[in-house]
């Protein structure tokens, strides 16, 4: 019984549904936030997010002549059910609930799913803004994905384990991987902004040139939706790149914290999203084949030479 | 820009036009020409004396007449004047020579229903495509006002 | 690869104002772009017949909300000489000023506005905010931030006091770092550059065969200024450089802007310092004696001209406004031939267009 | 419960207004006004307003400037688009009657030519104040 109940504690309340609900919210208003004041501006409340799900899930729910109506309704939730499966396995401070050997590739690839859903809702939503914004999110995901993956499974072969878990306990014992393998987390930074589709790499749903790219038909609760998986993806990757380059929840050699571990995850992981927002305000977003060259020019084989000398490290 | 070398240009390729020349404010030249010789004296202004900058034609509604203004400029204004018979109101479009006229041949075409033979896309510029055709009625015409 | 139509406008985020551009693209290429305005015409010149010469700067202030005293200035100036009426110094001076201050705004609008189209959002929250300064000038002035009915028929309708000349001297100062800061980030900033450089392109010939004015040809090699060439108002009075460049393309554009942003300023400072003494404003008649007047400003978007003719009565016969962005216009299915759908927004923006101004 | 609930979505409604903005045949002096209200002096984030580039997010539509013969079908469209519920906002003198350009022969008057219009907000150009305090006006009326 109390097995049951202390999973499904886990399940829903932490570091389950109820807590990433809360964590995207707070770290969209983080986000904002710091854009905000950045740009010297005050910022919304700290109940802005929660007002905006909450109006969004009020309202009218419109699709377009012509738009697939079942398709646009189950693209939102399949990401949404993706990115938080994808939680479970990424711990937060303590080892993760269903962890096991390998779940490092799960998470990743159920991180990739949102990035083909929002491309699918593109083409299916009937709006040539839409078609476009997918065409480049799909573009996109060619171009920041492979370096993603070689820069996260950097520190997994070093750590001959390919499970989130494993790899924050062995950082306990030894170095950070941002210090070991510091081109790595930048790969994987990089990589995340483009995965996020934020600001510079914001190009699939770039306002001032395709409205909200595929997102521009969908209103009301599919919007709400939409805007809870990327922000519950924000939440898990920046998650993950804390777990797999900052050592989680641990603050060095074999210090057992306890439950102050999630706390110092916290602050990791807060520093991770203030870097995202300080990027974001500081570059102008690059075109769609500007950032292919990047991708394939510059950051797949920084990611390869990085492979190779992790494999040779290793050997 | 030479004004009066090229005024005697002008004289000497109309023989037997009066061109009134006469100084407008604020520092522009106005000349009056036929409407079948306008064409050619642009041809000769910008040709002979590279005068490519068209800054605007004017046209208006002075009752039995439609005036075109060719407002040039070059550090000085030089304007070619030339009336239009309102029933017949026809002239050669200088696209050919200066393609920067094109929309401010539109223009006057759309509002004094002016047609400009020659131009190579005279649509509407300014008003709704669902503008009333039958019978044409052009905003700035004078006929309208009494007709209202 | 397969055609595809985008429709952009008349209502779309990167555009303030309606207008409609049918842009065909294969991939990410445009191959094809057609243009249609007139979604903001409201038949002004027409207006213009039915108001009084009084009633007529109210309006002309209307064609154009960003460069609205420029477009009164215009207008003013020409039915002035056809009044043959002098205006005092001061009050060509304090017109001026009005002019400069509003071309430093509307520059500063649009350098954000680019920038807001480039996603480089921070850049368009800082030029605004520093864009208040003028504004706050402007309003101290004239209580209004963006129309700002100074002009009346014969000189200026507001003075600046010699303590107003002391705070705005001094926000103009502040206001200059601001700007001296954009300056560097635009010559500097590598994904600024790697958007802007060598997008929309214009020969200095494309221009003259275009009859292209303002920054857009300045931008392209072609040295023309009216504030220079043929000067109105008091700039013959003022020490000031026309900013030209060579690169033809929107990264010159902005420099050329930004500098001529940083002239002004200077211009503000010598009009403040040298305003002389005496009225503001002659008096002028009601009614205009017949005659005709074809009359040149420099706005901020280029060669500005209004022509008024008069006959005898209080109304103008005839008001044409021929504005700076009906030139450019003309250039941009040329600027968006080839390129990536991305930087058509680059190139409208670019050409800093006034559709207000264009459809009348 | 349902009390409870039709509180906590009119809660959020008057936090969380999106607008869109459409100048329907303005001068562009409200229009520039309206985009001031994003930047740092006015900065209308700080009470929850976002504005937002697709008719389908958006709560309330800004109109600006009288309504020309090219846009009128365009303004019903955009409303047509816009999820429910919505509301109209007529900025500016020439959107609330058709102002100093109501004779001009492509002109067909105010907003409400077109469109319900829920506040209106007059001033040649408005200031930024204004709108504010329009866009509050309308919000502690919504229900």
Known sequence: ???????????????????????????????????????????????????????????????????????????????????????????????????????????????????????????????????????????????????????????????????????????????????????GFLLAFV??????????????????????????????????????VIHVQTVVGVFLLTDVFLGGGGIGIGIELGFLSVLVFG????????????????????????????????????????????????? | ???????????????????????????????????????RAVGLLVERFDLRHLSAITGEDVGDEIVLLYHFWDNQGLTLRTALRRAEARIATVTDLIPGAALYEREVSEMLGVTFEGHPGPQVLLLPDDWDDEPPSYPLRQRQEEDS | MSRMTIPIGPQHPALKEPVAFLLTVEGERIVESALRIGYVHRGIERIFQRRTYVQSVHLAERVCGICSHVHSTAYCQGVEALLGLEVPPRGLYVRTL???????????????????????????????????????????????????????????????????????????????????????????????????????????????????????????????????????????RLDFRVVVAHEGDVWARTMVRILETVESLSLCRQLLVGLPDGPLVSRAPRRVPSGEVVSRCEAPRGELLYYVRSDGSDRPARVKVRTPTLTTLITLPKQLQDVNTADAFTVLSGVDLCIACADR | MGNIIHRIVRWARRRSPWVLHF??????????????????????????????????????LLCTGPVTRQTRDRLRRIYEQMPAPKWVVAVGTCSCSGGIFRDGYNVLGGIDQVLPVDMYVPGCPCRPEAVIEGLVQLLEQVE
């Open chain 1, 191 to 228: 990589g995340l902004i483009g995965k996020l589709k934020r600001s510079p790499f914001d190009i699939p749903k770039a306002k001032s040139e395709i409205v909200a790219g595929p997102l521009t038909e969908f209103s009301g609760r599919k919007l709400a939706l939409w805007h809870l």
């Open chain 4, 23 to 60: 100048n329907s045949g303005g001068c562009n002096g409200c229009d520039i006004e309206i985009v001031d209200l994003l930047t740092p002096r006015y900065d209308v984030e700080r009470v929850g307003i976002l504005k937002e580039a697709s008719p389908r997010h958006a709560d309330i």
């Open chain 3, 98 to 236: 009005l002019c400069e201050l509003e071309r430093v705004h509307s520059h500063l609008l649009w350098l954000g506005v680019l920038a807001s189209n480039l996603g480089f959002e921070t850049i368009f929250m800082y030029t605004w905010r520093d864009r208040e300064i003028v504004l706050d000038i402007m309003e101290e002035l004239s209580g209004g931030r963006v129309a700002h009915a100074v002009n009346v028929i014969g000189g200026v309708r507001v003075d600046v006091a010699p303590d107003q000349v002391r705070s705005i001297l001094a926000q103009l100062d502040e206001l200059g770092r601001q700007v001296e800061a954009f300056v560097g980030v635009i010559e500097h900033e590598r994904t600024f550059q790697a958007r802007t450089r060598g997008v929309g392109y214009l020969s200095a010939d494309e221009i003259r065969r275009y009859c292209v004015v303002g920054p857009v040809a300045r931008a392209s090699g072609v040295d023309v200024d009216l504030r220079r060439d043929a000067p109105y108002a008091v700039y013959d």
């Open chain 2, 1 to 39: 820009m030479k004004l009066d070398a090229l005024l005697e240009a002008l004289q000497e390729a109309f023989p037997f036009k009066e061109l009134n020349p006469r100084p407008v404010p604020v520092g522009e030249t106005f000349i009056t020409l036929p409407p079948d010789c306008l064409h």
């Open chain 1, 1 to 183: 019984m109390r097995d049951l109940l202390s999973a499904l504690f886990a399940l829903f309340i932490f570091p389950g549904f109820g807590f990433l609900f809360a964590c995207a919210l707070a770290f969209q208003w983080i986000d904002r936030q710091v854009t905000a004041r950045l740009q010297g501006r005050v910022g919304p409340p700290w109940f802005q997010p929660l007002a905006d799900f909450i109006k969004l899930m009020a309202k009218e729910d419109v699709l377009p002549h012509g738009a697939h109506s079942w398709a646009c309704a189950a693209l939102p939730m399949v990401s949404l059910a993706a990115v938080l499966t994808a939680a479970m396995y990424v711990p937060v401070g303590r080892r993760a609930a269903s962890a096991f050997e390998g779940d490092l590739i799960v998470v990743l690839f159920l991180l990739s799913l949102p990035a083909l859903a929002y491309f699918l809702a593109g083409w299916l939503s009937a709006s040539v803004f839409s078609v476009v914004g997918g065409n480049r999110a799909l573009l996109q995901y060619f171009s920041y994905e492979v370096p993603f993956l070689m820069a996260l499974g950097g520190p997994a072969i070093l750590c001959s384990s390919w499970s989130v878990s494993s790899i924050v306990v062995q950082q306990s014992e030894a170095m950070w991987m941002v210090f070991v393998q510091p081109v």
């Open chain 1, 267 to 315: 602050a990791k992981a807060l520093l991770i999203l203030l870097a995202l927002s300080i990027a974001g305000a500081l570059y102008t977003r690059l075109r769609i084949d500007q950032l292919v060259s990047l991708g394939w020019r510059v950051l797949a084989p920084l990611a390869l030479a990085q492979m190779l000398v992790t494999i040779w490290m290793g050997a």
